[in-house]
Each structure stands twice: as C-alpha cells, then as structure tokens.
C-alpha cells in the first residue's frame, strides 16, 4: 500500500484509476488560468481550484467542479477601474444563508483570489492586469462577466 503513490507517479496514473485496474495514462492538460475549475465546499465554505483535471471532497463529500455561467446584467458585481486596480462591491445582504464566498479574477496567467465571510460588506480591490474573467459564487452558482484590459479602457 506503501507504494502506490510512487507506483501511481511512475505509470503517470491517476491513483484512483489504478486502484480501479485503469492503467491508461493522465492526459496532460494545459495551464491557462482562465480555464480554472472551481470547487465549492457548502458545508465549511472551502474554495479549492484546479488547472486540470481532479477528484476533490471536502466535509466528507465529493465536489463537482462549478459550472461558470455569464452573469446577466441585473446579476453583475459593481465594478470600477481607479488607478490601477478594480473596486469590486456588490449591494448582496452578506448574512450566514446568503453570501458571496470568494470573488476571483482569472486573467490568462494568474488567479486573484478573496475569500468573503457573511455580514462582510462586499468591497475589494483587485490589480488590473489585462482583461480577464470575474469570478464569484453566489447561491451555489459559479457567476462571471468579463473585465476589459486597462488598455481597452483607456482607447474605449
């Protein structure tokens, strides 16, 4: 049993495949943060985030990825670009049943990422480094819009 996670690494394996008879290898997956997995744990409020593929349990029970889905406009965080950063709020209650856990913003080489507690007013600055994607959690949901490059906004 010792060595299952070094035979794991060797084959290039996924542990819980093999310990399935499945010696097919891991497929490689590239690295573009904008295409982060989210996992949400509703019982601790824990944010996990993948670049590739995983199998991620938390509280006893195994999370799905979130699924991201483009906030309509009546959904949108308040955003606004001041010097260099975005000021991120939102007019959400924040109480223990309805929050917003963590805001991210994804740009195509790094995550931001600012956990939230209930009854913390929603306000946060983010660096503004080229566009990217807002993310948020709200209701269980994996919410986003888009956020232009500081360059964009300026010839905009």
């Not at 060797?10 to 097919?24: A, H, I, Q, S, Y």
């Not at 994996?142 to 500081?150: D, G």
């Amino acid at each position: 049993m010792s060595l299952l996670g070094e035979l794991s690494q060797l084959l290039g394996v996924d542990l819980t495949r093999l310990l399935e008879g499945d010696l097919t290898p891991n497929e490689t997956v590239g690295g573009n943060m904008k295409k982060t997995k989210y996992y949400f744990c509703p019982g601790c409020g824990s944010i996990t985030l993948c670049t590739g593929e995983a199998e991620v349990s938390c509280c006893g029970r195994r999370l799905a990825a979130l699924a991201p889905r483009k906030a309509g406009p009546d959904e949108e965080l308040k955003v606004e670009a001041v010097e260099d950063e975005w000021f991120v709020r939102s007019d959400c209650p924040m109480e223990k049943d309805d929050y917003i856990p963590f805001v991210a913003l994804a740009t195509g080489e790094r995550v931001e990422l600012v956990k939230q507690y209930p009854e913390w007013n929603l306000q946060l600055r983010l660096p503004r480094r080229g566009a990217g994607r807002l993310m948020w959690c709200e209701r269980g949901e994996l919410m986003y819009m888009l956020l232009p490059s500081a360059r964009a906004r300026r010839e905009g």
